[in-house]
């Protein structure tokens, strides 16, 4: 399906397991992001990329890693997952020159 | 601080009614602006855009309205329909090398029949 893709939906995981969460998108675009929403905070960038093999940090990176071998894929990790890292995980892509980003349906994490 | 904000964080109108939902900013390096509308369950999407460079645009029954010089974006919804119910977000993109939106935290817009 084209689109960008979020797996899994739900999640729900204990503190200090590490947890992926993947991200698909089919339009090859180059940028691809990360984010975080919860209550309060609107949306949060944890990670951007401007292309395979190119990433950054945003404004909540501590405790993630990302990676992005092939353009289409931008999964994200968690190391060892806390409490505080329950929220609702949303993936974005967006082209090059380009102003819209697509959002994916989101992942909704819960650490217990 | 976030340097995007929303004054009203929820907007109640009648079906048919305008509606208007107000965002401040406070970065005068953005180069564009987007609101988004986010539907339950779902994730955010796109509505409109406006470049720094505009006063106005209009798309089909919404208007983004930007105002430099207080640091001010709006958006207008004509006639505003009951599938109009969501969370709109403001968004900016600073223009530095990273080519990622930072976003306000939200207006919830309910819209009654």
């Known amino acids: 399906d084209a689109g960008i893709t979020q797996s899994p939906r739900y999640k729900i995981t204990e503190t200090g397991r590490q947890v992926t969460l993947m991200c698909h998108q089919t339009w090859s675009h180059s940028y691809m992001f990360w984010y975080r929403q919860d209550l309060g905070h609107g949306l949060r960038l944890i990670y951007y990329s401007a292309a395979a093999d190119i990433t950054d940090k945003g404004e909540v990176s501590d405790g993630y890693v990302v990676s992005r071998s092939k353009t289409e894929n931008f999964p994200l990790t968690l190391e060892s997952a806390t409490r505080s890292q329950t929220s609702v995980y949303f993936c974005a892509s967006r082209d090059r020159g380009q102003t819209e980003a697509f959002f994916g349906q989101g992942t909704r994490l819960t650490v217990v | 601080g976030e340097s995007v904000g929303l004054h009203l964080p929820t907007l109640s109108v009648q079906e048919g009614d305008n509606s208007i939902i107000n965002c401040a900013y406070s970065n005068s390096a953005s180069d564009y602006f987007i609101w988004y509308k986010q539907e339950s369950g779902k994730g955010p999407q796109f509505i409109i855009d406006?470049?720094?460079?505009?006063d106005k645009r209009q798309g089909q029954r919404v208007t983004v309205l930007l105002n430099k010089t207080v640091k001010h974006l709006s958006l207008q919804i004509a006639a505003t329909q009951p599938g109009d119910s969501a969370v709109y977000f403001c968004?900016?993109?600073?223009?530095?090398?990273?080519?990622?939106?930072?976003f306000g935290s939200g207006t919830r817009l309910q819209v009654q029949p």
């Open positions: 406006i470049r720094s460079n505009m």
């Open positions: 968004a900016e993109n600073i223009d530095t090398g990273r080519r990622a939106l930072t």
